[in-house]
Structure formats: structure tokens, C-alpha cells
């Protein structure tokens, strides 16, 4: 079954760092795109980061870095200086192309909360 699970959401302060986990099923970790999406109170769930199969990322902000841990099957996120707008439950996504049917196929993890206030 598919498993994706993230990890390492807490209360920081401001400016402070925070790294996140998810640990993804194996063949979701290496078959599929990944990244990082946040939603806070009253906004739309948005794309913070994102890194493909093959190890090329992208983000949206340069506080955040997005990578993975191939021996681990574990994606982070690297966060620092950390405001209050980045208040939000961050989940790990995972989505790929069935091989035979070419479907989307899509996988979200449940979530985990940051919260940054002093």
C-alpha cells in the first residue's frame, strides 16, 4: 500500500528553522514527482516545493529547500527564518503517471502543523 507520512512540524519562532519529514512508500519515492504544499486558515493549499524522481527541485521561496534521502526513502524540507504567515499544515504530495493507462494517480500525506509565533 501506499504510505506517505510526514513528520517534524512544531511551534518556532520567528526567524527560527525548522526541518520537515516524509517518508514515502518505495515505489511511490522513486517512481514519482514529490513536494511540499501548505494550507493555512482561510487560504487555498499551495505548492511550497517540489522535487522529481530524477533529483531536480524547485521552490518558491529561497528559505525553503526541498531534497531526499534515497537510502531512506525520506523527502525534507529545509525551512529558515521562519515568519508567522508561514503558519500552516504542510503536507507531503506524491504524483505519477500509471505506466499503463497513463492516469494521473495522486497521494497526499496527512499532514503536519508549523506553527511560527514567539
Known amino acids: 500500500q501506499v504510505r506517505l507520512e510526514e513528520s517534524g512540524g512544531g511551534l518556532v519562532p520567528p526567524g527560527g528553522s525548522l526541518t520537515l519529514s516524509c517518508i514515502a512508500s518505495a515505489s511511490v519515492f522513486s517512481s514519482s514527482t514529490m513536494g511540499w504544499y501548505r494550507q493555512s486558515a482561510g487560504n487555498q493549499r499551495e505548492l511550497v516545493a517540489s522535487?522529481?524522481?530524477?533529483g531536480d527541485v524547485d521552490a518558491v521561496d529561497g528559505r525553503f529547500t526541498i531534497s531526499k534521502d534515497y537510502g531512506k526513502n525520506t523527502m525534507y524540507l529545509q525551512m529558515t527564518d521562519l515568519k508567522p504567515d508561514d503558519t500552516a499544515v504542510y503536507y507531503c504530495?506524491?504524483?505519477?503517471?500509471?505506466?499503463?493507462?497513463?492516469?494521473?494517480?495522486?497521494?497526499w500525506g496527512q499532514g503536519t502543523q508549523v506553527t511560527v509565533s514567539a
Open positions: 504530495n506524491a504524483r505519477k503517471r500509471s505506466k499503463l493507462t497513463r492516469q494521473p494517480l495522486i497521494y
Open positions: 522535487i522529481t524522481s530524477d
